[in-house]
């Protein structure tokens, strides 16, 4: 057997032939790099997790030595495991040296970095995507960490994927602690070295094409399980109103005067939280500065200004998603219920879990313990509500960009909020989606308290009945819309509406 043609031809006969020398050399192979798979997943995970989410001293030390030991040779974990399950050695006691123990041990922590560094990335790509969201719905720190791998399961596949091929590829750690025993320790790779320096080539290539046919096979898998249909064009559907009958025209067009919304009282109710010299700080930036504001159930609060003026940070102080570096932010219970109010909030840019379009929707209910009857039913009534109860079933990444939007305003609608606050919910949709966006907002804010940010001064002076002005995290204005749009205005807002308003 001279020739890589006779050897080869050889090599297929083994395989098959199902040679059992061959097959079991393969069977403890997959066995050993699996559970190392295993084991390491759930440590290297847990760890990256730990790494992403929770900040505590030496933190940065740590994520640094997680990402040295991806250059960890494999010969040196070797040698730190025999060392340590040698009769010398702290657990020699324990006789795992020479064992399959052994490797497994040593091919985990050769894993357990790559699991660890990736999948730290992958969380701390998901928490900037949705990880507020998901705060916001509910998800304390450990339920964030399942809920995004979960979502991004294709990455973490890709990741296990590529530790499984350093396990199963390695040579050095389970030559150490191995001893490469027939029939008991001897894997592929170790079999490959031994079978090629005594001229068996055969059985060698054999070996190494079943390797590579392994990997191979799970890299097929993975491209299969990772394969996206191409998106489709969800049909055109008109919003429903609550009587079932097709959203017309938004009430109050941007050059009508600004009246009361539909459905809201003309003298608010008690205050439900209240903000006095509340101030937020991220560093030197001073994002709001000494805002004195009160809300009061039943209205609805339009927050314009520039970008960077503080909108999006006095809605999140304003749902506890923030606290104040200085004054208070009371949150008082409603009234006469006596309870704290059920906030609720949508963000600018939906975070949507790689799911149904039904689990989407129930995600917040599943967060906060409702039982799976009761999420269903309120889930599906969401989904009517915003027109979207046809597409239950159906994939939330398909969905248009105003789907999306109204997807996660049922999301929202579904924890029944006191308190909704929305964030630019129409900054990136086209007119027509606005506007089914808007009738939205005003049918489901007939009997919630809003608070919405906006560029848009048609939208607030459609939607809102009180205007709050911000500019560079002070609150200059807040003034019934009337008033607003009809008073004169400190200098900084007339600039402002001068250069927003399309009307005169």
């Known amino acids: 057997m001279n020739t890589f043609a006779d050897s080869l031809a050889a090599a297929a006969d083994l395989i098959a032939g199902a040679d059992p020398a061959l097959w079991s050399i393969v069977r ?63 657990l020699g006691d324990w006789g795992l040296l020479f064992t399959p123990t052994a490797m497994v041990v040593a091919q985990s922590l050769l894993v357990l970095p790559m699991i660890a560094a990736l999948g730290r990335r992958l969380l701390l790509a998901g928490l900037e995507q949705g990880g507020e969201q998901l705060r916001s719905l ?65 059985l060698a290539l054999g070996l190494g094409l079943v390797l590579l046919a392994v990997i191979g096979s799970l890299n ?32 109050g067009s941007v050059g009508s005067p600004a009246a009361t919304p539909r459905g809201r009282p003309a003298v608010p109710g008690a205050p439900i939280v209240r903000l006095a010299a509340a101030g937020v700080r991220f560093g030197a930036l001073a994002a709001l500065r000494e805002v004195d504001f009160t809300l009061h159930r039943g209205e609805c609060v339009a927050l314009v200004g520039a970008n960077g003026s503080g909108k999006t940070t006095l809605l999140r102080l304003l749902h506890g998603l923030q606290a104040p570096a200085s004054g208070r932010c009371e949150r008082l219970p409603l009234q006469p219920e006596g309870r704290a109010a059920v906030v609720a909030m949508l963000f600018q840019r939906p975070f949507l879990l790689d799911a149904s379009v039904l689990r989407n929707a129930a995600l917040g209910l599943r967060l906060r313990g409702v ?82 940010s906006t560029h848009n001064l048609g939208q607030a002076k459609r939607l809102a009945q009180r205007v709050a002005y911000l500019e560079g995290g002070r609150l200059l204005v807040d003034l019934p819309t009337v008033r607003f749009f009809t008073e004169a205005l400190p200098p900084e807002a007339t600039l402002f509406l001068r250069g927003e308003m399309p009307w005169p």
Request: charge should be positive; hydrophobic fraction near 50%; aromatic fraction near 4%.
């Open 138 to 202: 509910g998800a304390g720190r450990g339920t964030t960490a399942l809920l995004l791998l979960w979502h991004d399961r294709r990455g973490v596949a890709t990741v296990l994927l590529a530790a499984f091929g350093r396990a199963i590829a390695e040579v050095g750690a389970v030559m150490i602690v191995g001893g490469n025993i027939d029939g008991v320790t001897r894997v592929m790779t170790t079999a490959i070295a031994l079978e090629t320096s005594k001229g068996d080539l055969p």
């Open 371 to 452: 039982p799976r009857g009761e999420r269903l039913a309120r889930a599906h009534e969401a989904l009517r509500r915003v027109g979207l109860e046809a597409l239950a079933e159906r994939p939330a990444r398909t969905l248009s960009g105003g789907q999306q939007q109204r997807l996660a305003l049922a999301r929202a609608w579904a924890l029944r909020p006191d308190l909704l606050l929305l964030d630019e919910p129409t900054a990136s949709l086209d007119p027509t989606a606005k506007r089914e966006i808007e009738a939205l907002i005003e049918q489901i804010g007939a009997d919630t308290t809003v608070v919405l």
């Open 220 to 251: 097929g898998l993975a491209a299969l399980v990772q394969w996206r249909p191409p998106r489709l064009a969800a049909p055109a559907q008109a919003t429903p109103s609550p009587q079932g009958k097709a959203a017309g025209p938004v009430a």
């Open 28 to 90: 403890l192979s997959l066995q050993v790099s699996g559970l190392a798979c295993l084991f390491g997943a759930l440590l290297g995970l847990s760890l990256g997790a730990l790494l992403a989410l929770v900040a505590f001293p030496g933190r940065g030390v740590l994520v640094w030595l997680v990402n040295t030991l991806l250059a960890l040779p494999s010969v040196v974990v070797g040698l730190t495991v025999y060392l340590l399950l040698s009769r010398a050695g702290p």
